[in-house]
């Protein structure tokens, strides 16, 4: 069975939603945009995109603030292109050694495997939603399951995104005005792309 019409390839669906590198690999096969999510300041995000750059599709970076700039930016190239764009978006989540390196198992020996970051997740449905918003429905269940999560919990985002794992982390080191930054719902019309 080909990756692209594996299940967990998602290839059926216009928007497909999966988590990390080894997530991206899964949905991005006939994909034709790759919307990376990272809300909080990670390097995952940006290793993603950049394994991503290169290939044969456009690699956009997502987050709250930029939700409705992105589903638009998708939009637009669905008109150029005059057809149905398949869209992967990839949750990066963060990988198990934490920020900080090493803190799980002592090693990076797991740095491939991914930690689920509601941050991520919020965001990642944030991106979806506005997709919705703009018919681009036909969405994967991975993919309206975090689109659901962000419509139900949209106004509790700041208290979640600022408790959780990632989020305390960094308001520990004094970064709570980068947290509650990520969390504005559609504060940015810029659209980052890679590659």
């Avoid at 390097?43 to 939700?67: Q, Y």
């Avoid at 991520?120 to 991975?142: C, F, K, R, W």
């Avoid at 659901?148 to 509790?156: K, M, V």
């Avoid at 794992?165 to 810029?190: F, K």
Wanted: with cysteine.
């Amino acid at each position: 069975m080909s990756e692209t019409r594996a299940p967990y390839g998602q290839a059926k669906y216009q928007v497909r939603l999966d988590w990390g590198a080894t997530g991206a690999e899964r949905i991005v096969p006939g994909a034709h945009v790759a919307v990376v999510v990272d809300v909080l300041p990670s390097p995952d995000g940006e290793a993603i995109a950049a394994a991503l750059a290169g290939r044969d599709l456009v690699v956009l970076e997502g987050s709250l603030r930029n939700r409705s700039a992105v589903a638009r930016r998708i939009l637009e190239l669905q008109e150029e292109r005059g057809e149905r764009l398949m869209v992967a978006i990839v949750a990066a989540g963060e990988r198990t050694g934490g920020r900080a390196g090493s803190e799980v198992g002592g090693s990076d020996a797991h740095s491939d495997a991914v930690r689920f970051a509601v941050e991520d997740q919020l965001g990642a449905g944030a991106i979806v939603d506005a997709l919705i918003a703009l018919g681009i429905d036909h969405t994967s269940p991975e993919a309206a399951v975090a689109c659901a999560a962000f419509e139900g919990l949209r106004h509790a985002a700041v208290h979640l995104i600022g408790a959780s794992a990632s989020g305390a982390e960094l308001v520990a080191q004094g970064r709570r005005p980068e947290v509650r930054a990520a969390t504005e719902v559609d504060a940015s019309d810029e659209v980052p792309s890679v590659g």
